[in-house]
């Protein structure tokens, strides 16, 4: 069970980075930390003659490492109730790679394990749930099983500490994994 | 009311644009397509000592265009079940101008009239309810006033024709805007 | 097509079944106003060894209406941001007659075409979503099929009248039931 | 500060039962089981000239004991996606006491604090998250207080015992209710 942590995050060493790396303590593991990668918006070529057309960025860097792994964490701060720009760039662009016949995206992508790391403020408890659904029905599109998330109240660097469930449920996850 | 339409899709002509091209018919209006502008992630600078630091793009210009108009027009097609990357980056940037003296921007978005289009496949009507809450908290936490949306279902070029409730919303839209 | 009303509403002509009304004018079908039945709440014995008792109410009535119709229309208006009670009192029911030989439930129920109208205020295109998630989730766990719904805007008696899109979505279902 | 759990479950010692039993071990409280009291459905009166009757059946005593407590955890299996019906029919009768001048049901709602336990199965943790908003927006519109909520993975008699995090999250609500 190879396990990567794809970080959306615009900041280093933030509050949903803490969690993940708790849940990870002692565990091999890869970071993606999609901040340090250029990743251009997607340009919608679905439906022309020529299809899409190669980008120069970092993204098919970026994407072969995700396909390489089996169980996959996404974590991502809430920004304006939804994942970040870094992660919603991220997945845009696989609409392009889908139809990209040097990778096989969809035998890959289906049966992967999805975890979602998220933390916020203003009720995320609440607030948040648009995001969980959001993902739930990307991993449903692609046949990836949504394995579990947590939602951490905080905005503050550090704020996190005090999240008790939140770190609980890291624990739980650490003591999964290392099986 | 100087109304404003956000246009969020990576693709010219396409079928969300198509839908709010009927609402404004014949109505003054000015038209920002985010996919002209380059627009940086964000970089969350809210908890350190020096604040943010100014960015070398477009988003000021956007931004004091937002900013002007009182109703505001968000057009988006529906990518993995949410907004598209490039009208995220254009909200997630609110963080940034929210603490800049030089705009006031709380003062300025507070009583904005918003309105939301956007269009997708994969049975949208009920996978796209993410997103209108989505759009509903962002409304809410900045005080604009969350009008009315349409989910239009189509994924072709030109679908959205045959979509006819869809475009009839757009019509009754454009007897409102008309007053 | 055996087309089927399901009235959830505890007041006659409400503005839920005004809509209704004007989606099935000059179109067979039965109604089924359930606040005209005696339906217990399901007493669960799922788990218990002799299994569910027989109930000495109205349900089994209802039920052999449902099952025997094609295309069912849920009509309820939003109590408390949900279905009301007597449309739920419906649907837990499912729970035991599901298991009970003398209906083919699972068969029967899938398949069928399912369409929902719902009226309410507090901004019910907003906070009416999580029931329309609710019947998403309903629909896809039998295998019916979620064809359309309509949130009208409208608390005291014939409000309704004045939400136009939600009639003209009434008429564009008429023409459709009548094909 | 006076505890009250409000269970809407119509077997008794189910999971989520289980659940607050774990949040209440040592702390003083009282508990209303729905299935033991009979409530009608409401009868919408709200627009006639009589408005309300009275209703012959448990619903005043409930909502006595619920409107002398501060502290209220509404306990509830996932039943076809949302609450039970007989919790549902706990909440379509707030409609009724709202306007029963015997009652100060606004002034005495606000402000207190609201949990929320649930337990089921079929992905709960996704398909959990429309009866959350659900709740939210009750709590929202009468001005309680939505403190927490835990959704537990179990369906079968006894399976909640499994489901370590739901546990842990009991263990720190009986934490706080001590202080």
Redesign the interface.
């Known amino acids: 069970m190879k396990i990567l942590t794809i970080l959306g995050?615009?900041?280093d060493n933030?509050n949903s980075e803490y969690l993940v790396n708790q849940a990870l303590e002692g565990i091999e593991h890869t970071q993606l930390r999609l901040?340090e990668y250029k990743i251009n918006?997607?340009?919608?070529m679905r439906?022309t003659e020529e299809g899409f057309s190669p980008v120069d960025d970092d993204y098919e860097s970026v994407l072969t490492d995700f396909l390489a792994h089996d169980l996959i964490i996404f974590v991502t701060?809430i920004?304006?109730?939804?994942?970040?720009?870094?992660m919603?760039?991220f997945?845009?662009r696989?609409?392009q790679y889908m139809r990209d016949d040097r990778f096989d995206f969809k035998m890959q992508v289906h049966g992967k394990k999805a975890y979602v790391v998220t933390t916020g403020g203003?009720?995320p408890?609440?607030?948040g749930?648009?995001?969980?659904?959001?993902f739930?029905?990307?991993f449903d599109?692609v046949g990836m099983s949504?394995e579990?998330?947590v939602i951490g109240n905080a905005v503050?660097?550090g704020e996190i500490k005090e999240d008790?469930?939140a770190l609980?449920?890291m624990k739980?996850w650490n003591h999964t994994f290392k099986k």
């Open positions: 995050s615009s900041r933030g901040s918006p997607i340009t919608d439906h701060p920004y304006w109730f939804g994942m970040t720009s870094h919603k760039l997945f845009d696989w609409s203003s009720n408890y609440v607030t749930l648009p995001l969980i659904q959001q739930g029905h990307i599109f949504f579990d998330y503050k660097p008790l469930l609980d449920k739980a």
